[in-house]
């Protein structure tokens, strides 16, 4: 079973998430600040790591921005701040979600689930799609604008490749977040908003090929003439 490290400040917290995770057949570790979490990450390997943002000595963001420079492990934010500037940022350092609290710890272990049934080698699909200067290559995970590779988090890569292999096809935010985040949907569909503005920043001129449904959600379209100045 997958080896969950579970990081928190306090002690209660991190002993009802290691309750759960442990009755479900995970293995866990345990660390009570950022630092101790890097450390035992240049130690240890990980499956996923529940990581609180508020600690002492190191913070939640700057301790995956740190583990992240060695090692792709997947990252589950969790937070008492619930701003939305606290979310976007948790996924620009690449978090794979972000949960608030206080939490379920049911639902937190589904989406641990959840992740970790994701970031699985598995999930991945033999496949290159080519749109006139877009290359997205789902095999090797890599997209490319004009030739560039484009530096995106695993968020976006996993939305964009949904988006492309569903192209032409409209997708309700309900669905993108089923599909895309592997879990029923829980809270906030703003959450799809937040990664489709972040990517088309990533993809540049291509950006319009991102069409919005209104009231609906998202579709990929490739007919769609790209942006002839990005600047």
């Known amino acids: 079973m997958a080896k969950i490290l579970i990081v928190d400040d306090e002690a209660k917290i991190r002993a009802v998430i290691k309750e759960y995770a442990e009755f479900e057949g995970y293995e866990t570790a345990e660390a009570a600040d950022g630092m101790e979490a890097v450390e035992k990450c240049r130690r240890e390997d990980f499956d996923i790591i529940v990581m609180d943002v508020m600690m002492p000595r190191l913070d939640g963001f700057s301790a995956a921005k ?30 794979d979600d972000y949960v608030s609290k206080p939490f379920s710890p049911k639902e937190l272990l589904a989406r641990i689930k959840a992740v970790i049934k994701r970031s699985s080698p598995k999930q991945i699909q033999s496949e290159v799609l ?102």
């Open 66 to 95: 740190e583990i992240r420079k060695n090692k792709q492990i997947p990252v589950i934010m969790l937070s008492a701040r619930t701003e939305e500037y606290d979310k976007l940022h948790g996924f620009e350092i690449g978090a």
């Open 130 to 231: 080519e749109y006139s200067g877009l290359t997205v290559n789902i095999t090797g995970r890599e997209v490319l604008v004009d030739g560039v590779s484009a530096q995106m988090t695993p968020k976006e890569y996993d939305l964009l490749f949904y988006l492309v292999k569903n192209q032409g096809i409209a997708l309700s935010r309900d669905k993108l977040l089923s599909e895309v985040w592997g879990y029923d949907f829980f809270g906030d569909d703003r959450t799809v908003d937040t990664h489709i503005k972040m990517l088309r920043t990533s993809i540049g001129r291509f950006r319009n090929n991102i069409v919005t449904l209104r009231g609906m959600g998202y579709k990929f379209d490739p007919s769609v003439s790209a942006a002839v100045n990005e600047d």
